[in-house]
């Protein structure tokens, strides 16, 4: 895949700097326990402000890995799965992609041996 403005790399680039934070990683966790919290019931759970947790709830959601809702004066958020699927698959073909690279490298530099005897 190449990376086109907006493409699939651009959203899978986005998700691994978001979950490159240990405490977007934990938010994440937390969310996918509870299934629904505020900034403030994850913050309790936390080392970190209220206001640390809304910036990086800010980050996930920027990522398509989370999203908040309105409920009254509330704001809860929910896991979205679908960024963190593309992001898994993108890096399952990556992976399967270096894998035929690299018995490629291994054919031909057996070959080589062979030749070489």
């Known amino acids: ?3 086109e403005p907006g493409g699939v790399d651009r959203e899978v680039d986005d998700v691994l700097v978001a979950l490159a934070d240990p405490t977007r990683r934990r938010l994440l ?3 996918a326990a509870q299934g629904e919290a505020t900034a403030t019931t994850l913050a309790e759970r936390l080392p970190v402000s209220r ?3 809304v910036k990086h709830l800010s980050v996930l959601d920027a990522a398509g890995l989370v999203s908040g809702g309105r ?3 509330e704001v809860r958020y929910t896991v979205r799965p679908a960024a963190l699927d593309t992001t898994a698959r993108r890096l399952a073909s990556l992976a399967a992609d270096w894998d035929r690279r690299l018995a490629t490298i291994k054919r031909v530099a057996e070959a080589g041996e062979d030749d070489s005897r």
Do not use: I
Request: hydrophobic share 50%.
């Open 71 to 73: 409920v009254g004066r």
């Open 51 to 53: 206001q640390a947790v």
């Open 29 to 31: 966790d937390l969310l």
């Open 1 to 3: 895949m190449t990376d």
